[in-house]
């Protein structure tokens, strides 16, 4: 029986954890019928703290205190950064429109393990990078009427936190498994997620139904936890630039996704994009990605 390389492994990995994220956007726009944007950032983060700290709790996980740091640094960036910026952004902004935008998120995945992780893609690698962001601009453009405006500048700042928070989860991955890197980022925000979910509740609970209660359930289960724990280990196994040249998938997951589940048209033109996106995901994988050499004196 052939044994999966750790590049192919990181890769169908990073697929599973990329079909899960696929769908937070539409999950979102569904929880906004029914509670205000701050209440679902700081709920679903309660909901992934329940379920993590419980895992960690029954499997009897030691605290990794020699982490803390990169910890509350996942922890900004996924836990608050992402869904606060990207539930503004879906109140003015279909989800299909949201999942162009983020097509982005490879490149700036890339670009912050070059600076945080010393990962070096040569020149093949960064010019599939650039022909991806520029396919699903172009796709945007055919399919969504694309402008810039305030949508896309809360989704911009949604993707520059969701990179960092995927480049500080993937150096904790190597070292620990990258279930625990989630979970004990959210359980270390929980009593600022709690207290605030506490507050917010008054303002920030509308008319929600069956519906909107499950979207919520989702984003807390599913988008803020179960997703990184495939995603993670990806980014750990295959390398973090190679393994986030995948993402360039997920805004065609979410589009389906939108399509199904709200509804939002979504042109036939759609497969001819998937195919080449398909083919810049390929010809990424065959680039040479190095690490920088460490600095003199240093281990």
């Keep these: 029986m052939r044994v999966l390389s750790n590049q192919a492994a990181g890769m169908l990995l990073g697929l599973l954890g990329v079909t899960i994220f696929g769908a937070t956007l539409p999950m979102t726009r569904l929880a906004l019928e029914g509670f205000g944007p701050l209440f679902i950032t700081l709920a679903r ?28 640094g996942v922890g900004i960036c996924a836990v608050f950064g992402f869904p606060i910026f990207s539930s503004i952004a879906l109140q003015t902004i ?28 040569g020149p093949l690698f960064w010019l599939c990078g650039v022909a991806g962001a520029a396919l ?14 305030a949508g896309d500048f809360w989704l911009l700042l949604a993707a520059m ?22 979970g004990w980022a959210v359980v270390i925000c929980l009593p600022a997620t709690l207290v605030g979910t506490i507050l917010a509740a008054g303002s920030g609970i509308h008319t929600p139904g069956p519906v909107q209660y499950g979207a919520l359930l989702y984003l807390g289960l599913m988008s803020m936890f179960g997703g990184f ?29 939108s399509a199904l ?24 994988r065959k680039a040479k990605i190095g690490r920088a050499a460490p600095a003199a004196g240093r281990a």
């Excluded at 909901?47 to 509350?72: E, M, N």
């Design 229 to 257: 724990i495939f995603w993670n280990a990806g980014l750990a196994l295959g390398g973090i630039a190679r393994v986030a040249q995948v993402q360039l998938f997920q805004t065609f997951v979410t589009l389906a996704i």
């Design 261 to 284: 589940v709200l509804g939002e048209a979504i042109g036939p033109e759609t497969l001819g994009f998937a195919l080449a996106v398909a083919f810049v995901v390929w010809l990424g």
């Design 161 to 182: 936190s969701a990179s960092l928070s995927y480049v500080f989860s993937a150096k904790l991955a190597r070292v620990m498994p990258g279930w625990e890197v989630i």
């Design 136 to 149: 699903v601009i172009a796709f945007s453009l055919r399919e969504s009427g694309f402008h810039l405006g």
């Design 45 to 72: 983060a309660v909901i992934a703290a329940a379920a993590a700290g419980t895992a960690l709790l029954l499997l009897r996980r030691p605290f990794p205190r020699a982490h803390l740091p990169t910890l509350a």
């Design 94 to 121: 279909p989800a299909s429109h949201g999942g162009i935008v983020l097509g982005i998120l490879p490149l700036l995945t890339s670009v912050c393990a070059a600076i945080v992780d010393g990962e070096r893609p």
